[in-house]
Structures are given as C-alpha cells and as structure tokens.
C-alpha cells in the first residue's frame, strides 16, 4: 500500500474529493475557536537566557513568550479512511494526513520513506475493514503516559455527543493507565474499543478525527483540561496538603547522575517520595490534586501537573541542551506557579539527542532556589 507526500487536513479538505455516492471524503467543522492564552512568568530560576547555553523546546528563544495562540480546533469526518499501526497514522484518497504523522517514526510502524521523493510505502502487517463510524483516538508513543493523556486521551471529553457511542480506535491497550483513564473519561457511558496492532491496517467507511488539541503539547488548548477535571473528580481528592518529589531513578533516559543527593534533601524537608512507574491512575491523580508543592526532573511523570491545583509551587529540574517547556505551558493552564533549576549535561554537548546522556543537577543552587521559593520552609 502505497500514499505520496504528506497533505495537511486543511489542504485535502480544499481539494473537493467526492466518494462514487458524490459525498464529500473530507468534511469538517469547527469546535474551538483559536484564542490567545497568557502564559504566567516564571515564578523562579533564571529569568534570562541571553548569555546562556541552552537547548529549547520548542523553539530557541521560547523563554520570552509571554503567550501563545492555539490553532483553532476542528472536527474531520473523513470517508474511505485507512488508518495505520498503533500511531494512527491516517489515509484518504491515497494520501497521508499530516496531522497524524507527528513523533511518528516510520521503521517503527511498517513506513518506508524514499528520501529523494518523500513517497511513503506501507507495509501492512493485517489489512481489516471496519463497517460504519469510528472515532480516531491513537498518537504515537501512546504506551507512555504523557502521550497517552496529553495526544490521545484528552481529545475524549471535546468529541461531540452525537459520536459518543461509536467505536473508539486506540493503540493496544498494554498499560493499566490506558484503559482506566477510558473507562474513567467514559463515565456511565459503555465503551467500544477497537485496537489497531503495529504495522496494521484497518479500512473505515467514516472516521472521525480531531487533531491537534494539545498542540502537541507546545500549545496545548485550554479546552483539553475537560478530560483531566473529569479524572480528578473521579478519584475524590482531597484538599491540597502534600509535597511531593517524582523520581526517575528507573529511567534509562537523561539520568540524573546526583538523583540521590536531591532526594535526600527532599526527604529530610518532609516531602514524598514518588516512583510512578505502576502506580495506578487513581493514586497518581490523587497525588497531584492534593499536593502545594511539585519538584521532579522533566520526564512522562510530570504529565499529572494537569491535575494540581491553582497556586501549587512546582519546581522542574531541566538539562541545559535540552530545556523543554512542555510541562511550564501545561502547568500553566492550571494557574500553576512554575519555576525550574537548570543543571548540566556530563561531557560533551549533545545538542541533538541528548536522551541517552546524563546529566548533574547543581545541589547548592537547588537547594537555595527551593528555599527562597518556600518549598523548604
């Protein structure tokens, strides 16, 4: 199976296709009108980057927005669609849908990109043909927590009622988070699932998508904060009264090298020590909603920032080349008063992929920012 270049849903709605009934194959309508969100200042840590080595995410000078504007939110109902592997990456009228490919690795999911011509083969494991309506709910790396809430699941709460109880198109459903946060979103409502298998392809008569709500996390819409109410009020939290410190010892990726040394500290200020890593939803959830104070290394864990309270105190600890500021504009939606201590990678400079590299956080100055922000009072 075989699709050219990649087309924005914008541009193949523009191009007028019609089924051999003369429906239209793509047709959309708008959900979420575009609108500007402040983002707060930081509450601490270095304020000015000018003379600084860093890497940012998502883009170099990223620390000086003082807001940003969602894209507007739209609903695609697209007929004849193919939807491929667990990522969903999505075809009509044999062209791939731009909005579908992002974080998408093509080896992973049976693509075959020709770097001279962009034309993309797929490599189907299974073709399966689903009757009737579907409701897209897949991104890739939705086995991680933070692209299972962030890219997929929060995209639940905005599909309008009249597609509620059609079938739901998800990646496998391996992780325990996966089907709670579903059965949780879902309420009283039964649900219909529909798992699509890596390198797999299943044909729909009519699918329903709604891209791009999270802004891939960069520009998430205020909106997508439904689906994360809908959890905390399913798991009955208490009022704020917790400090919590979330831990990345079992993660083989950006290694904080003096992990223990920051933990101690943490440990003997009173705070929990959290290891997520299996952790039920409902406690996770819990832990976020009833905590004042949040610090952690960047990592999937701080995800459940959604889930804090107006006025919570959190602290990040970030990697000079890789400064991502996903979690400050998640945070943000929540009136989160966020700050960070930036520490430095070990040996040379890896501006590219720093994953594999560890890193050192400045105990010193942690200790010092965390105390006149009042996290060690």
């Known amino acids: 199976m075989a699709a050219p270049i990649q087309i924005t849903l914008r541009e193949l709605e523009a191009l007028g296709l019609e089924d051999g009934t003369g429906r239209p194959l793509v047709e959309s309508e708008l959900l979420l009108p575009e609108c500007e969100v402040p983002i707060l200042p930081l509450a601490f840590g270095d304020g000015d980057f000018t003379d600084r080595r860093i890497v940012e995410h998502p883009f170099a000078g990223a620390w000086r927005e003082t807001a940003y504007r969602p894209a507007p939110v739209r609903l695609y109902c697209l007929r004849d669609a193919c939807v491929h592997s667990t990522a969903g990456v999505t075809m009509v009228a044999n062209r791939l849908v731009a909005e579908t490919l992002q974080h998408v690795y093509p080896p992973d999911h049976g693509m075959e990109v020709d770097p001279q011509s962009g034309f993309t083969t797929l490599q189907s494991a299974g073709v399966r043909r689903l009757a009737g309506r579907a409701v897209h709910l897949l991104a ?59 390198a797999e392809s299943v044909l729909v008569d009519e699918l329903v998508l709604i891209p791009n709500l999270s802004g891939f996390g960069y520009y998430p819409h205020p909106e997508m904060l439904a689906a994360f109410d809908r959890l905390v009020e399913s798991v009955g939290a ?31 200020a009173g705070y ?14 819990r832990s976020f909603a009833e905590a004042t104070h949040v610090v952690g290394p960047h990592g999937a864990g701080l995800t459940n920032l959604v889930f804090c ?11 000079d080349c890789y400064m991502n500021w996903l979690f400050r504009r998640l945070s943000n939606l929540r009136g989160v008063r966020y700050g ?38």
Request: one cysteine or more; aromatic letters at 8%.
């Open 238 to 268: 208490a009022a704020p009264h917790r400090r919590l410190y979330i831990q990345r010892t079992r993660s083989p990726k950006r290694r904080l090298e003096n992990e223990a040394e920051v933990i101690a500290l943490l440990a003997g």
């Open 340 to 377: 960070y201590v930036m520490g430095e990678i070990q040996g040379a400079w890896e501006p590219v992929w720093p994953h594999d590299r560890t890193w050192r956080i400045p105990l010193d100055r942690t200790r010092d920012t965390l105390k006149e922000a009042g996290f060690l009072t």
């Open 272 to 285: 929990e020590i959290l290891d997520l890593d299996g952790m039920p939803l409902a406690d996770q959830v």
């Open 140 to 198: 890739a790396g939705a086995f991680n927590y933070y692209h299972w809430q962030i890219d997929a699941a929060a995209r639940l709460p905005t599909v309008p009622d009249r597609y509620r109880d059609d079938l739901i198109l998800v990646p496998p459903l391996e992780q325990a988070f996966q089907t709670d946060t579903l059965v949780r979103l879902a309420g009283d409502r039964p649900i219909r699932a529909h798992a699509i298998a890596r």
């Open 309 to 319: 309270r107006p006025g919570t105190l959190v602290c990040e600890l970030q990697m």
